[in-house]
């Protein structure tokens, strides 16, 4: 009896012990979420999973320069960044990501990257009424073993079936069949996933489900949430690191986000919100502020977009060029000015002319 | 500390077991601290304000022990009982039913009193009941002479600490005090290994499974379709008794490491005939206590019928509010108990009916009133059964398939039938855990008949290894556009 216990206690730990190590060794050593080490030469990667290689990339990789910050940005070209500016980027974008969640991001893409001289970085006017604790996703929902330097809770990586099957596996399946790493131009690019135009945008704008909020001014507690989220969000991690260059710009949503809000009856307040998130950001010596609004031909071009915000890599790839030279920068001198002209632009543009008889369909230029 | 952890498989359960026998080779009294520190480590893992709590209640209930045994008259060993359940119910209710009862009286005289938010300790139902009736057997004279070190070990022991069974003293320290227990024991090693194995599959594989679907279920109940109500009734029926049984299983597995035999908390409850048979069944712990300390106090059946009925349904109301701060807890408990009494009523009548059907509509009755018991209010459970018969047929929605959709099977089909295999492997699992309630052995059958085959040892490997490895999974953000 005793000998038949023993015998099983071995083999169960036994089989036990060797498929865990099994797997957990093959993950480590693959380690499809970069948090060892960069890529292996041996091996192809997918890159598709930004909350759980973003980390990864920023640890692990060689760049000199970062492109943050939402789905607007998972469009963005670092081999364009890099040929433009002359440097070494990567691309760190979290769709639905909140603006904490990036400077989080970036706080430990600069904990552990000494050499970052340029960010760029969008902010998104949806996100406006945002506090600094704001995210999408419960906390419990992020694979925090990834977020940290500390290598016990990395078990919760190297012993995950579903890290295994989904992502160490298909390193080994593409690597199989002879396939290539993705570039960083491609991750999390979306571009040819959706239809643009109007077709597109009509997809997820329903004009006539859109009802007023009640919600007309800007109370004092949220202006108060408003600074907290880009102070603590955006400008400190700035005003920390004096040596590098932060590009932050608001993203051109289209035409069809204003139509939005004013039947949301909440034009004044996203107005005078988007001035004083831009009144908190002009002025800081290492922060360069940039908005797009004035560029009608591209905001009142259905064909740039895939819904009321998400526009093609085409603006991303054009965002970029403005960027290098200063196209749209606003300063202290001139913010106001820039939001008196774009706002009046704003309230007074004929919407109703965007859609069809009925209100609701959205016409096509093409066709007027 | 949760059993389906990493560090508790890994490093905590390894260095228990380990350094508890190597210590009892020095001397037995180090191994007893150890485990005693170990537990409480246990304990405090997650919230370490949590063992202020329990190291008083265990402090003040030993204290009542000495007491109790030091009177010299019956007078005096009330008091002191009286003033000991007093204290640990007056402990139990502050942290339990605080808010419960301020919201009630709200409720009735209209007012708006504020909710004090206390956080309930972990395990607190379970370790105060096990001192309650650890108290009234030493008032019963029924208590032996436990040194505080055994005496707190019994109540720490971390196997069911946290969530059961609730083991009477007699159970445990004979057993931990024997010096033959004090060596490994190859044959409860793997046997404890075995049922340790098999309960952590039941939680991880199963019940959680079940759990990742019924959560959002009862928040979306109101547009759930039909469909969607039938799955969130029986669902949560299984996950319950998957989740709460396999960590009984657990338990009773780590305890046997240790040469402890706990006592069995579930026989197989769906295989009830009747409601009476169901609650010889499910919580044998929980029923044994109230019917010890609580029904036979009360008369039990010696005083006449109607008193027989009315002490069931204290009985059940009482448990009723053990499991939650809740009208909806103290329903459930009210209404097994109205079936009881009419099981008692109409007994010969029931003991008529074939088995299989009395069984199929005590599963059903059972079904409906766990929909009782996990639902946050009563309008949420009236929802479910009103979307059963207005919902409509359709579709089970991604919500329920993709708790099953599991990456390991995906991998293996890798591909083929994607769009029916998450829908497909749903009813799999349902299937196959009704199956398993209904026609197989429950765990502690198993383990206790089954032979320790090398194919027993490697099934229990490869469970093992595949639960942990399920203790992380990667989730998905969806972005949520306009």
Same mark, same amino acid.
């Given at each position: 009896?005793?000998?038949?216990?023993?015998?099983?206690?071995?083999?169960?730990?036994?089989?036990?012990? %060797?498929?865990?190590?099994? %797997?957990?060794?093959?993950?480590? %050593?693959?380690?499809?979420?970069?948090?060892?080490?960069?890529?292996?030469?041996?091996?192809?990667?997918?890159? &598709?999973?930004?909350?759980?290689?973003?980390?990864?990339?920023?640890?692990?990789?060689?760049?000199?320069?970062?492109?943050?910050?939402?789905?607007?940005?998972?469009?963005?070209?670092?081999?364009?960044?890099?040929?433009?500016?002359?440097?070494?980027?990567?691309?760190?974008?979290?769709?639905?990501?909140?603006?904490?969640?990036?400077?989080?991001?970036?706080?430990?893409?600069?904990?552990?990257?000494?050499?970052?001289?340029?960010?760029?970085?969008?902010?998104?006017?949806?996100?406006?009424?945002?506090?600094?604790?704001?995210?999408?996703?419960?906390?419990?929902?992020?694979?925090?073993?990834?977020?940290?330097?500390?290598?016990?809770?990395?078990?919760? +990586?190297?012993?995950?079936?579903?890290?295994?099957?989904?992502?160490?596996?298909?390193?080994?399946?593409?690597?199989?069949?002879?396939?290539?790493?993705?570039?960083?131009?491609?991750?999390?690019?979306?571009?040819?996933?959706?239809?643009?135009?109007?077709?597109?945008?009509?997809? &997820?704008?329903?004009?006539?489900?859109?009802?007023?909020?009640?919600?007309?001014?800007?109370?004092?507690?949220?202006?108060?949430?408003?600074?907290?989220?880009?102070?603590?969000?955006?400008?400190?991690?700035?005003?920390?690191?004096?040596?590098?260059?932060?590009? $932050?710009?608001?993203?051109? +949503?289209?035409?069809?986000?204003?139509?939005?809000?004013?039947?949301?009856?909440?034009?004044?307040?996203?107005? &005078?919100?988007?001035?004083?998130?831009?009144?908190?950001?002009?002025?800081?010596?290492?922060?360069?502020?940039?908005?797009?609004?004035?560029?009608?031909? $591209?905001?009142?071009?259905? +064909?740039?977009?895939?819904?009321?915000?998400?526009?093609?890599?085409?603006?991303?790839?054009?965002?970029?060029?403005?960027?290098?030279?200063?196209?749209?920068?606003?300063?202290?001198?001139?913010?106001?000015?820039?939001?008196?002209?774009?706002?009046?632009?704003?309230?007074?543009?004929?919407?109703?002319?965007?859609?069809?008889?009925?209100?609701?369909?959205?016409?096509?230029?093409?066709?007027? | 500390?949760?059993?389906?952890?990493?560090?508790?498989?890994?490093?905590?359960?390894?260095?228990?077991?380990?350094?508890?026998?190597?210590?009892?080779?020095?001397?037995?009294?180090?191994?007893?601290?150890?485990?005693?520190?170990?537990?409480?480590?246990?304990?405090?893992?997650?919230?370490?304000?949590?063992?202020?709590?329990?190291?008083?209640?265990?402090?003040?209930?030993?204290?009542?022990?000495?007491?109790?045994?030091?009177?010299?008259?019956?007078? /005096?060993?009330?008091?002191?009982?009286?003033?000991?359940?007093?204290?640990?119910?007056?402990?139990?209710?502050?942290?339990?039913?605080?808010?419960?009862?301020?919201?009630?009286?709200?409720?009735?005289?209209?007012? *708006?009193?504020?909710?004090?938010?206390?956080?309930?300790?972990?395990?607190?139902?379970?370790?105060?009941?096990?001192?309650?009736?650890?108290?009234?057997?030493?008032?019963?004279?029924?208590?032996?002479?436990?040194?505080?070190?055994?005496?707190?070990?019994?109540?720490?022991?971390?196997?069911?600490?946290?969530?059961?069974?609730?083991?009477?003293?007699?159970?445990?320290?004979?057993?931990?005090? *024997?010096?033959?227990?004090?060596?490994?024991?190859?044959?409860?090693?793997?046997?404890?290994?075995?049922?340790?194995?098999?309960?952590?599959?039941?939680?991880?594989?199963?019940?959680?499974?079940?759990?990742?679907?019924?959560?959002?279920?009862?928040?979306?109940?109101?547009?759930?379709?039909?469909?969607?109500?039938?799955?969130?009734?029986?669902?949560?029926?299984?996950?319950?008794?998957?989740?709460?049984?396999?960590?009984?299983?657990?338990?009773?597995?780590?305890?046997?490491?240790? *040469?402890?035999?706990?006592?069995?908390?579930?026989?197989?409850?769906?295989?009830?005939?009747?409601?009476?048979?169901?609650?010889?069944?499910?919580?044998?712990?929980?029923?044994?206590?109230?019917?010890?300390?609580?029904?036979?106090?009360?008369?039990?059946?010696?005083?006449?019928?109607? /008193?027989?009925?009315?002490?069931?349904?204290?009985?059940? !109301?009482?448990?009723?509010?053990?499991?939650?701060?809740?009208?909806?807890?103290?329903?459930?408990?009210?209404?097994?108990?109205?079936?009881?009494?009419?099981?008692?009523?109409?007994?010969?009548?029931?003991?008529?009916?074939?088995?299989?059907?009395?069984?199929? !509509?005590?599963?059903?009755?059972?079904?409906?009133?766990?929909?009782?018991? /996990?639902?946050?209010?009563?309008?949420?459970?009236?929802?479910? !059964?009103?979307?059963?018969?207005?919902?409509?047929?359709?579709?089970?929605?991604?919500?329920?398939?993709?708790?099953?959709?599991?990456?390991?099977?995906?991998?293996?089909?890798?591909?083929?039938?994607?769009?029916?295999?998450?829908?497909?492997?749903?009813?799999?699992?349902?299937?196959?855990?009704? !199956?398993?309630?209904?026609?197989? /052995? *429950?765990?502690?059958?198993?383990?206790?008949?089954?032979?320790?085959?090398?194919?027993?040892?490697?099934?229990?490997?490869?469970?093992?290894?595949?639960?942990?490895?399920?203790?992380?999974?990667?989730?998905?953000?969806?972005?949520?556009?306009?």
């Amino acid at each position: 009896m005793k000998s038949v216990s023993k015998k099983f206690v071995i083999i169960t730990l036994s089989v036990f012990l %060797v498929l865990i190590i099994a %797997v957990g060794t093959l993950t480590a %050593v693959i380690d499809p979420y970069f948090h060892f080490h960069a890529p292996l030469s041996v091996f192809r990667y997918p890159l &598709n999973n930004e909350r759980y290689q973003n980390y990864g990339i920023a640890r692990n990789f060689d760049y000199n320069a970062v492109i943050a910050g939402t789905s607007m940005s998972e469009n963005f070209k670092p081999s364009e960044f890099d040929s433009l500016f002359n440097v070494k980027s990567v691309k760190l974008p979290f769709s639905g990501g909140s603006h904490l969640e990036v400077n989080e991001e970036l706080e430990f893409a600069f904990a552990h990257n000494d050499d970052i001289t340029c960010v760029i970085r969008n902010v998104d006017l949806f996100r406006a009424f945002d506090n600094k604790e704001s995210r999408d996703y419960p906390l419990d929902s992020y694979p925090t073993y990834l977020y940290d330097d500390n290598l016990l809770n990395d078990v919760g +990586y190297i012993f995950n079936k579903e890290v295994f099957f989904k992502a160490t596996s298909s390193v080994i399946f593409r690597t199989l069949r002879g396939g290539q790493t993705d570039t960083l131009d491609s991750y999390m690019n979306w571009n040819s996933f959706y239809p643009f135009g109007p077709a597109g945008i009509q997809q &997820n704008y329903h004009r006539d489900a859109v009802v007023p909020t009640g919600k007309t001014v800007i109370t004092d507690a949220e202006y108060e949430d408003i600074r907290g989220n880009i102070t603590e969000n955006i400008i400190k991690l700035a005003d920390e690191h004096p040596e590098t260059t932060f590009y $932050i710009y608001v993203s051109p +949503y289209s035409i069809y986000f204003f139509d939005y809000i004013k039947g949301l009856g909440e034009l004044d307040r996203y107005q &005078n919100a988007e001035r004083f998130i831009l009144s908190l950001l002009v002025g800081h010596k290492n922060i360069r502020v940039f908005a797009f609004y004035t560029e009608k031909e $591209i905001i009142c071009n259905p +064909y740039n977009y895939r819904d009321v915000a998400h526009h093609s890599q085409d603006i991303n790839s054009q965002i970029l060029k403005w960027l290098k030279e200063g196209h749209d920068e606003l300063t202290a001198d001139n913010y106001e000015e820039y939001c008196d002209t774009v706002w009046d632009f704003f309230h007074n543009y004929d919407y109703d002319s965007l859609f069809a008889s009925d209100g609701v369909t959205i016409l096509d230029p093409a066709n007027k | 500390m949760l059993f389906n952890s990493y560090i508790f498989v890994l490093i905590f359960l390894p260095l228990c077991v380990g350094g508890y026998f190597f210590l009892n080779k020095i001397k037995p009294i180090f191994a007893s601290v150890f485990l005693l520190g170990m537990s409480l480590w246990f304990y405090g893992y997650f919230n370490p304000k949590y063992l202020l709590i329990i190291c008083i209640s265990i402090i003040l209930n030993y204290f009542a022990y000495i007491l109790i045994n030091k009177a010299n008259t019956v007078t /005096r060993k009330k008091a002191v009982l009286v003033t000991a359940i007093t204290v640990n119910l007056l402990l139990f209710c502050w942290f339990k039913y605080m808010d419960f009862f301020i919201s009630n009286i709200n409720a009735v005289f209209k007012q *708006n009193l504020p909710l004090l938010h206390i956080a309930l300790p972990l395990g607190i139902s379970f370790f105060t009941f096990q001192q309650l009736s650890f108290i009234i057997d030493a008032y019963r004279g029924e208590v032996g002479d436990y040194d505080y070190i055994t005496y707190a070990c019994y109540v720490a022991f971390f196997p069911q600490l946290v969530a059961g069974p609730i083991v009477s003293h007699s159970e445990f320290i004979p057993q931990f005090q *024997n010096p033959d227990n004090k060596k490994p024991n190859v044959d409860n090693l793997a046997r404890g290994i075995n049922l340790f194995a098999l309960g952590l599959a039941k939680k991880v594989l199963i019940a959680d499974r079940f759990g990742a679907a019924i959560d959002s279920c009862f928040v979306l109940a109101p547009s759930m379709n039909a469909p969607s109500a039938l799955f969130t009734i029986i669902g949560y029926t299984l996950q319950l008794y998957f989740d709460f049984s396999g960590y009984c299983d657990m338990a009773l597995g780590i305890g046997r490491m240790f *040469n402890i035999e706990l006592p069995a908390n579930f026989n197989s409850p769906y295989k009830a005939r009747d409601i009476a048979d169901f609650w010889k069944r499910w919580h044998l712990t929980l029923t044994r206590f109230f019917t010890r300390y609580v029904y036979i106090p009360l008369g039990g059946n010696r005083k006449g019928a109607v /008193r027989t009925y009315v002490n069931i349904f204290i009985v059940f !109301f009482l448990s009723g509010l053990w499991h939650g701060a809740n009208w909806t807890f103290v329903f459930w408990g009210v209404c097994h108990g109205i079936l009881l009494i009419l099981n008692r009523i109409f007994k010969k009548q029931i003991d008529k009916i074939p088995s299989i059907i009395s069984g199929f !509509f005590t599963f059903i009755t059972v079904n409906i009133l766990w929909v009782f018991f /996990r639902s946050p209010d009563f309008g949420t459970a009236f929802t479910v !059964f009103k979307r059963l018969f207005t919902g409509g047929f359709g579709a089970l929605p991604d919500y329920i398939t993709e708790a099953f959709n599991l990456p390991e099977i995906n991998f293996i089909l890798r591909g083929s039938f994607a769009n029916i295999f998450p829908l497909a492997m749903t009813g799999v699992f349902v299937l196959l855990a009704l !199956f398993i309630v209904f026609f197989t /052995r *429950n765990n502690c059958e198993t383990v206790a008949t089954k032979k320790m085959t090398v194919l027993r040892a490697v099934i229990t490997g490869i469970l093992l290894a595949w639960c942990v490895l399920s203790f992380e999974s990667v989730s998905s953000f969806l972005y949520f556009n306009f």
